[in-house]
């Protein structure tokens, strides 16, 4: 008899626990839905503001000009960013957000760089941005169009969600 109710007791265990996991999965599932949704409709709309709206709103520097690349005392590869234009309009840049880079063509395209950095010091117009590769700063570096930066969608709280639930 006690090995029979044993066997029930891990029985019902093992259900309680497969139930547990499909609820996670299915709350990860949702998660991650919700998340490419918001990625996706920052993304839309940040494109279809235009660069001089996001400029006047002070989510976004253009030009700009990339000056000086160094390791700073944390071993991270950072470059300067100066803006040129619109030094009088106030910005919302701050330590620790993620930003992007692009250019801009002759015709009015935009063109973001495939990565994302991360604003380590600003000053008035002056910005240090964390880069993620030296291939990042090649990038930026080697540019034939005027560079621009802008504030990007911030990952942190669905990075931190993901984490929790794995």
């Known amino acids: 008899m006690y090995f029979i109710n044993r066997k029930r007791i891990i029985m019902n265990q093992h259900s309680s626990v497969s139930t547990i996991i499909n609820k996670l999965q299915r709350k990860e599932l949702l998660l991650r839905m919700e998340y490419n949704y918001e990625k996706e409709t920052f993304k839309q709309q940040t494109e279809a503001m235009g660069i001089g709206r996001k400029v006047k709103r002070g ?3 253009y030009p700009v000009s990339a000056g000086r690349s160094y390791y700073n005392s944390l071993n991270q590869l950072v470059v300067d960013i100066e803006r040129q234009e619109d030094k009088e309009i106030e910005h919302v840049f ?7 880079f692009f250019t801009q063509d002759g015709s009015g395209g935009l063109h973001y760089f495939n ?3 991360t604003v380590n010091y600003v000053e ?3 910005m240090v941005i964390v880069l993620p590769s030296a291939d990042a700063l090649l990038s930026i570096q080697s540019t034939e169009h005027p560079l621009g930066v802008q504030l990007y969608f911030d990952e942190t709280s669905y990075r931190l969600m993901f984490e929790a639930l794995g």
């Open 94 to 100: 701050e330590f620790g957000r993620p930003v992007c």
């Open 59 to 61: 989510m976004c520097w």
């Open 115 to 117: 990565f994302t950095a």
């Open 124 to 126: 008035e117009d002056r």
